[in-house]
T-cell receptor
Framework: DTGVSQDPRHKITKRGQNVTFRCDPI?????LYWYRQTLGQGPEFLTY????????KSRLLSDRFSAERPKGSFSTLEIQRTEQGDSAMYLC?????????????FGPGTRLLVL | LAKTTQPISMDSYEGQEVNITCSHN???????ITWYQQFPSQGPRFIIQ???TKVTNEVASLFIPADRKSSTLSLPRVSLSDTAVYYC?????????????FGSGTRLSIRP
């Protein structure tokens, strides 16, 4: 069990550019979550997948954000036309089908800085 | 959705027992209480979860009174490495993922 991994760990981009982050959950975890975390705050829910189906999306997820989980394994989070307000840590988490929603295993996060 | 309230920050010293209390006055019958720990530049880590009375694992203990309107995370004999942010969450098993709210947490600082 290698844990949840995320790539890249850090990303610096210019305003207006598109960025894509990848998350590899713990194998056999069919639930996958994306969160955003800004300095001094706890993680804020963005979206939730069960297998390949995106079951929930937060209102925080504007139309510039899109997430996919093809084949129910890894997931990608894309931000189009980035804005300075998108600067944050983007966290991915996974959990097994047998567990509770509250018991999640988090990755190290991708820190995004939009200049 | 049960809202939680916890202290913004706490300080303690190595070797002491630290108790962090979380208030959740509107907790529902089906809600569980879950605590996470987060170190700087890392994702949160699940510590402990409970429904009532007391739960203990190798990391911490969780005390929940009979009315369940609060809970206390107890860290025995803390060390410098326990310096982190601790989050209290309340929610029902298999509830909506979007209803999982971390809040701002409690920033625990341990001094030598």
């Amino acid at each position: 069990d290698t844990g949840v991994s995320q790539d890249p760990r850090h990303k610096i981009t210019k305003r207006g550019q598109n960025v894509t982050f990848r998350c590899d959950p713990i194998s056999e975890h069919n639930r996958l979550y994306w969160y955003r975390q800004t300095l001094g705050q706890g993680p804020e829910f963005l979206t939730y997948f069960q297998n390949e189906a995106q079951l929930e999306k937060s209102r925080l997820l504007s139309d510039r954000f899109s997430a996919e989980r093809p084949k129910g394994s890894f997931s990608t989070l894309e931000i189009q036309r980035t804005e300075q307000g998108d600067s944050a840590m983007y966290l991915c988490a996974s959990s097994p089908a047998s567990g509770t929603q509250e018991t999640q295993y988090f990755g190290p996060g991708t820190r995004l800085l939009v200049l | 959705l049960a809202k939680t309230t916890q202290p913004i920050s706490m300080d303690s010293y190595e070797g002491q027992e630290v108790n962090i209390t979380c208030s959740h006055n509107n907790i529902a019958t089906n809600d569980y209480i879950t605590w996470y720990q987060q170190f700087p530049s890392q994702g949160p880590r699940f510590i402990i979860q409970g429904y009532k009375t007391k739960v203990t694992n190798e990391v911490a203990s969780l005390f929940i009174p009979a009315d369940r309107k609060s809970s206390t995370l107890s860290l025995p004999r803390v060390s410098l490495s326990d310096t982190a942010v601790y989050y209290c969450l309340v929610g029902a098993h298999y509830s909506s993922a979007s209803k999982i709210i971390f809040g701002s947490g409690t920033r625990l600082s341990i001094r030598p």
